[in-house]
């Protein structure tokens, strides 16, 4: 364009100054016109300079065509003022509005549940005031207030009422013997008459109150099993046998009676799944791992028993001590029916045991009257009796120690399936792959989530570092231009730079979660962080690069030099560096695939130094996440060089590229949050629903049979009993 062409086209479009893009498009259109049209003049015969000169004249009169062009505009220049001022206002706080309504989605307003309130999702269900008195949403956080107020509400629902006593009983159990809550266990007697579990606490208690534990004078268990509850070997010294030491025959007499009363009873249970199971049928469909994790809170409080255990396991020494004071004393046949009501007790209590606490306080009651068993039948001159005790204490030992790999640890091959939940939360008890499937492949739609969260906030903070940069850009004159680089152009960069990295991750971890052969997060979460890097800084690359590429060419069809992008060879040492970390990366994954490069769990290493299972996730993490740290730390370097390269050229174009990119940047948060974002919770809340059933207390009401415990089970119920013919008669205590 000549000079004389520059001044013109200025003069005509300077009405149209308020959209500089506008006006350079315009600019550009005229100084088309003109070079036809001189073209023309040269081909009639005319000299370049005349050529010039009769092309701008044939356009008209200035101040006319001035007018023309400005009414031909002026409602263009409008609606595009209007769109770009929604742009500059709403993009870059729409796209930090994303990032919080995915946070808001995928938490569901986790930070402002309380015992009152229920997640965002769940606000609409219907709940009455009995139900929430249930649940225990009573606006206090004092588990013992919201037992209290479900009592008060049903004083005469057993299940209720144990769930209240089971917490009076976790605050008094470091208190003295009177503080604990008789009148409120009897209560428990009357409302729930065919369950022995309140008769047993009762006895306890009543124990506690006549009589205390000490050491015996005179017998000693043998190094090999003292300080043990007959279950496994130990190798402490010898240590006396535990006798009881009675203050209040009248109390002790009604506790023993307490104790035969509750074991002839047919049931014998704390009722705490029954409750669990209540509450969890109020509560609507898990959709998100928040609500399975707040669910299991509010479902399972005061549901395990976990305090009655402790009283039941109390219960049982002091009944074997007791026999040991009846040894003494000379009553035999006492001794050995006090040790034969223990080991029976033991036996029903597995019968009913729906959780593994509850099958492994049996076995431990069920076991324990052995070693003080054969101890006192040697030392009373019964040496078959001895030998009878010494045989079902080493088969009970056995069938334990058989038992217990199903059930109490999990197999390296199911450790590497089982997921970090089953791992982390629910250790020491083991799961089978299978049963961890659903809570496994939720785990991964959370990871998946994260990544993106975190793949939209540093796109984010990339804006809000080149907003910067624009408002300070935008004090200096001229400001730069604000272009629109086409809808072609910015549907190529979308197909590209978002769609395509996206889709081809997206069908990767489709194949690899049905055929992969189903790795828990806890196992491959160093290869899938390395994936998710990748994915990511493919994603930020490209999306920068066809931008700068975008913004470049649209300035160079304007008619102004912003530079360009810079060649590949400009740049070797981020290339050779960027291959070299992608080789390494594909090799690893490959490899971790293919097995070689797939770590094996620390083993004796573990065991050694008695190291958590979590210690054995880092380490099959660490090759991935130090190449998952090479990879960011390669693109970080990358954007601060191309930025500083960029702050240097802000006369020669840089601020047009800054501004430029910033709301590309903004709209590719916008479009990936919100499509990504929805498909991802789409497979979170399809995941949720399964495996809310495997995570709750359904599974809790089978646990015994989904963990392999049921041949423990069948055992301490059916093993024979100490002696063969124990005597028949309930023994009198010391003072008669």
Excluded at 147 to 156: M, T
Excluded at 208 to 220: A, M, N, Y
Excluded at 474 to 487: A, E, K, M, Q, S
Excluded at 631 to 645: P, Q, T
């Amino acid at each position: 364009m000549t000079g004389h062409w520059d001044d013109l086209t200025a003069r005509l479009t300077r009405r149209l100054a308020g959209d500089r893009e506008l006006q350079l498009d315009v600019r550009r259109e005229l100084h088309t016109h003109l070079e036809d049209a001189a073209a023309e003049f040269r081909d009639a015969g005319e000299t370049p300079e005349a050529a010039a000169s009769l092309a701008a004249r044939a356009l008209g009169e200035e101040g006319e065509l001035e007018e023309q062009l400005w009414s031909a505009n002026r409602f263009r220049m409008r609606v595009r003022g209007l769109l770009w001022w929604a742009a500059r206002v709403a993009l870059l706080p729409g796209a930090i509005a994303v990032i919080v309504l995915l946070i808001l989605a995928m938490s569901d307003g986790a930070g402002t549940w309380s015992a009152d309130s229920l997640p965002y999702s769940w606000r609409d269900e219907k709940l009455s005031a009995d139900d929430k008195v249930l649940l225990g949403m009573t606006g206090t956080t004092d588990r013992l207030a919201r037992a209290k107020a479900a009592a008060d509400r049903w004083p005469d629902d057993p299940a209720v009422w144990a769930a209240y006593v089971t917490m009076l009983l976790d605050r008094g159990l470091d208190q003295e013997p009177e503080a604990f809550p008789l009148e409120e266990i009897r209560h428990g007697q009357q409302i729930d008459p065919d369950n022995g579990w309140w008769n047993l606490l009762e006895a306890d208690v009543l124990l506690r109150q006549s009589s205390r534990i000490v050491p015996d004078g005179k017998l000693t268990y043998p190094a090999e099993f003292s300080s043990c509850a007959a279950s496994e070997a130990c190798d402490s010294e010898p240590s006396p046998l535990d006798r009881l030491e009675i203050s209040d025959t009248e109390t002790f007499e009604r506790a023993i009676e307490q104790f035969y009363t509750g074991l002839d009873k047919p049931l014998l249970t704390h009722r705490g799944i029954e409750l669990a199971c209540r509450r969890a049928d109020l509560l609507p469909e898990a959709t998100r791992l928040t609500h399975i994790l707040w669910r299991w809170g509010l479902v399972m409080e005061n549901s395990l028993g976990l305090e009655s255990h402790a009283l039941l396991r109390d219960l049982c020494n002091r009944v074997d001590a007791y026999a040991v004071t009846l040894a003494g004393d000379g009553q035999w046949d006492a001794a050995v029916a006090q040790l034969h009501a223990a080991q029976l007790l033991g036996a029903r209590l597995a019968g009913q045991a729906t959780t593994l606490i509850d099958l492994l306080v049996a076995t431990a009651i069920r076991m324990a009257p052995l070693a003080p068993a054969e101890v006192l039948a040697e030392a009373q001159g019964h040496p078959e009796f001895a030998e009878q005790a010494r045989r079902l204490r080493e088969a009970q030992r056995a069938e334990f120690g058989e038992a217990r790999p199903h059930f109490m640890s999990t197999p390296h091959g199911d450790r590497r399936r089982a997921g970090a939940y089953w791992l982390v939360l629910l250790a020491p008890g083991g799961v089978r792959a299978e049963d961890a499937a659903a809570m496994r492949n939720l785990e991964y739609a959370v990871g998946w989530e994260l990544a993106l969260m975190v793949l939209l906030v540093v796109m984010v903070l990339l804006a809000l570092l080149i907003g910067l940069g624009v408002l300070v850009s935008l004090l200096r004159r001229p400001r730069p231009v604000l272009l629109f680089v086409g809808w072609r152009r910015l549907g190529r960069i979308c197909l590209f730079a978002l769609v395509l990295p996206l889709a081809i991750y997206a069908f990767y971890a489709a194949a690899v979660w049905r055929w992969g052969g189903g790795f828990g997060v806890n196992y491959a979460f160093g290869r899938v962080l390395l994936e998710i890097t990748l994915t990511a800084a493919a994603v930020i690359a490209l999306l920068l690069a066809m931008g700068y590429a975008a913004i470049c060419r649209r300035a160079a069809e304007l008619g102004f030099d912003v530079g360009g992008p810079r060649r590949l060879r400009r740049q070797w040492v981020f290339v050779t560096l960027a291959a070299l970390v992608g080789l390494v990366s594909a090799v690893y994954i490959v490899g971790w695939w293919a097995g070689p490069l797939r770590p094996e769990p620390l083993g004796l290493l573990q065991r050694w130094f008695a190291l958590p299972d979590y210690a054995g996730t880092l380490y099959a993490s660490l090759g991935g996440a130090i190449l998952a740290a090479a990879v960011a730390s390669v693109g970080l370097l990358w954007l601060i060089a191309e930025g500083v390269r960029l702050l240097k050229r802000r006369r020669s174009g840089g601020r047009e590229v800054f501004r430029n990119l910033l709301p590309i940047l903004s709209a590719g948060v916008i479009l990936v949050g919100l499509a990504c974002g929805w498909a991802l919770s789409r497979v979170e809340a399809t995941w949720a629903s399964r495996a809310a059933g495997q995570t709750d207390v359904l599974l809790l009401s089978r646990e015994i049979e989904s963990r392999g415990g049921q041949p423990l089970r069948r055992y301490i119920v059916t093993a024979p009993l100490w002696p063969d013919a124990p005597a028949a008669t309930q023994p009198t205590t010391q003072g008669e």
